[in-house]
């Protein structure tokens, strides 16, 4: 590990220590990406609100280690040497409020549990993206999107926090700049800290329907550890995973991984796969579906500790 990164992980631990902030050394990538892979991260902290979550942006401010926001690790991949730096969690981030049919929402809620409280509180929108296993606040940053319903669509207002004066800030709905699976840049140099959706009051049986796409998702995509899709719609407007099963690449393995035998677009862990493994799947979609398609395969998730830092 670079020396420099050591000492300043270890002043950020001691200061974080004195003042109560959850924190966990040396933890393994497979505890904090859906896709079970990854070696060790040299620390991770736990924030248990906005305020704590300042005072750790303070000190990387003042102590720099690279660092990573992570929600629910559901579009993560953590590379097999591990990340040398710190995940910041946002899982405790994790209010819930309401007024009338606006609901204030931590970025660390995740989204299908949301739905499952909103439908409760009879109020529609999100039924058909309570199936993605991601964070409210990976859900702003990355527009994610199921069965053709858009989490940007729903939002009214984001509540922020900027990474360089650690000034809070409210992104009204005009200023999103949203597009298909991404809020380009929008966010670059802030944190998600909250969201306010505007849902519409409804008389339906929206349980019923949370469970309709429940089964369609049963039904269509694998139950292994995944990251969900592995690539954005082409250009084409096709789905990636067309052009994987049209490549006759269903069922492909390497090592530990496999190209998903039920949904193309999917690399599923079938047991202790390597996230080295999973890239030389994705880079083997690309290359073939690039030469039999002339299609160009665009990754969806994000990956951390594979060519940055992993010396």
């Given amino acids: 590990m670079n020396r420099g990164i050591c000492y300043n992980v270890n002043v950020i631990v001691s200061v ?4 109560g902030i959850e924190y966990h050394k040396n933890v393994e990538g497979k505890r904090l990406s859906l896709f079970k892979s990854g070696g060790t991260v040299d620390l991770v902290i ?4 906005a305020r704590e979550l300042s005072t750790v942006l303070d000190l990387l401010n003042q102590f720099p280690v690279p ?5 629910n690790g559901s579009n993560t991949l953590i590379g097999d040497k591990g990340f040398r730096g710190i995940i910041i969690l946002l899982s405790k981030l994790n209010d819930i409020t309401f007024s009338n049919n606006k609901v204030l929402v931590g ?9 499952h409280v909103t439908s409760t509180a009879n109020l529609e929108g999100l039924e058909r993206l309570s199936g993605i296993p991601c964070s409210i606040g990976g859900a702003t940053i990355k527009n994610a999107g199921c069965y053709g319903v858009e989490f940007g669509s729903l939002i009214s207002k984001v509540l922020a926090i900027k990474t360089t004066n650690l000034d809070y800030v409210t992104i009204d709905k005009a200023l999103l700049n949203y597009s298909y699976r991404s809020s380009n840049n929008t966010f670059d140099g802030l944190i998600v800290t909250g ?3 505007e849902l519409a009051p409804s008389n339906k049986n929206l349980r019923e329907i949370i469970e309709h796409y429940a089964q369609k998702r049963r039904l269509s995509q694998p139950n292994l550890p995944s990251l969900g899709s592995t690539f954005i719609k082409p250009s084409t407007g ?10 006759g690449l269903k069922g492909t393995k390497i090592g530990g991984a496999q190209i998903s035998e039920k949904h193309a677009n999917f690399i599923v862990n ?4 390597t996230s080295s493994d999973y890239l030389s799947l994705a880079e083997l979609a690309t290359s073939i579906v690039k030469r039999k398609f002339d299609i160009d395969l665009t990754k969806e998730i994000d990956i951390i500790g594979v060519n940055d830092i992993e010396q």
């Fill in 195 to 197: 969201v306010e959706l």
């Fill in 270 to 273: 079938i047991g202790n796969a």
């Fill in 16 to 19: 974080i220590n004195g003042k």
């Fill in 67 to 71: 660092y990573y926001v992570l929600g």
């Fill in 107 to 115: 970025a660390g809620v995740k989204l299908p549990y949301l739905a």
């Fill in 238 to 247: 096709i789905s990636a995973g067309y052009y994987i099963d049209k490549a």
């Fill in 46 to 49: 736990n924030p248990s609100n």
